[in-house]
């Protein structure tokens, strides 16, 4: 079945509520390597509960509406979907615990053509169920394989969204390195993607790597990690938002480098992995408030 622009467009998501409690917010932050030193403060708000404040990137696995592409109604090859891009924007700091409902729809179809495949964005609200605040927009854009062309047959193309920032041209202002655990893919599918890629070797065996994968939200966590230690103290509440735009895998156990450029309230990045020298996220920006 070829995807049907109208029924992607008019897809009916229904409200995804999601309970978290402390425990989830700190197991959260720890599998994203929070903690690994005991005795900073600035990690352990994260990561203990006395005074435990919830780690901003958190919001994206909130409430989220799940596989729903792999629907046959779709019309889209779930095996061919690739994760191409992530952003949150933060209107309030996520609290440490809670209800939060997600109000997800698809914001845009893109046929890039016969043989580049399509574009899904799709927006997710996620908003406190108590009082009714929205606490964060996130928006995913999947790379659909093998799914364009739908619009050299009648039907209509959203315009492309805007593009990701370019880097500068000279060098880095700030560079952060942040190792990953071995185990972090393991602590991660806790929170979030229980996909096996992450954890069985066979399983990533036979998708063509040697072991398993971290989750690419894993990796969108640790950049958001040296966005928020470099840019903004380790106050969540001053990063109002981060995009990126994911390149390749890491595997536990790199370290994860991030190249940052400051240009006023805003923060541009890359992150590379050390051992590969493999850039793996690209195009990043972040808005930072004073």
């Given amino acids: 079945m070829a995807i049907d622009y109208f029924k992607l467009k008019n897809w009916v998501f229904p409200?995804?509520?999601?309970?978290?409690?402390e425990k989830d917010t700190m197991l959260y932050a720890l599998a994203l390597g929070l903690g690994k030193n005991s005795t900073d403060g600035n990690e352990l708000r994260f990561v203990y509960e006395k005074g435990l404040q919830a780690?901003?990137?958190?919001?994206?696995?909130?409430?989220?509406?799940?596989l729903w592409?792999?629907?046959?109604?779709?019309?889209?090859?779930?095996?061919?979907?690739?994760?191409?891009?992530?952003?949150?924007?933060?209107?309030?700091?996520?609290?440490?615990?809670?209800?939060?409902?997600?109000?997800?729809?698809?914001?845009?179809?893109?046929d890039k053509g016969a043989d580049k495949g399509a574009l899904v964005v799709v927006e997710r609200k996620v908003v406190d169920q108590k009082s009714g605040v929205t606490l964060a927009t996130v928006e995913q854009i999947s790379f659909c394989?093998?799914?364009?062309?739908?619009?050299?047959?009648?039907?209509?193309?959203?315009?492309?969204?805007?593009?990701?920032?370019?880097?500068?041209?000279?060098?880095?202002d700030q560079i952060c390195d942040l190792p990953t655990r071995p185990e972090m893919a393991l602590l991660y599918r806790l929170s979030s993607d229980m996909n096996p890629l992450h954890a069985d070797p066979a399983v990533a065996c036979a998708a063509g790597f040697a072991r398993p994968i971290l989750h690419g939200l894993g990796t969108y966590g640790v950049a958001c990690h040296a966005i928020l230690k470099s840019c903004?103290?380790?106050?969540?509440?001053?990063?109002?938002?981060?995009?990126?735009?994911?390149?390749?895998?890491?595997?536990?156990?790199?370290?994860?480098r991030t190249e940052i450029w400051r240009e006023g309230g805003r923060a541009l990045f890359r992150s590379r992995v050390l051992e590969r020298d493999q850039i793996v996220l690209s195009n990043g920006s972040a808005d930072i408030a004073a």
């Fill in 69 to 110: 592409m792999g629907n046959p109604e779709s019309g889209i090859n779930l095996l061919k979907v690739v994760h191409g891009e992530q952003k949150v924007r933060l209107h309030q700091c996520l609290p440490s615990s809670g209800i939060v409902v997600g109000r997800s729809r698809v914001m845009a179809v893109v």
């Fill in 15 to 21: 409200e995804q509520e999601h309970r978290y409690t």
């Fill in 55 to 66: 780690f901003p990137s958190m919001a994206v696995i909130l409430a989220h509406p799940g």
């Fill in 232 to 256: 903004c103290d380790y106050r969540p509440e001053r990063l109002q938002s981060l995009q990126t735009r994911f390149s390749a895998p890491v595997f536990p156990g790199e370290t994860i």
């Fill in 145 to 172: 394989r093998g799914e364009g062309g739908f619009s050299e047959q009648g039907q209509p193309s959203d315009v492309l969204p805007v593009q990701s920032a370019a880097m500068p041209a000279r060098a880095a």
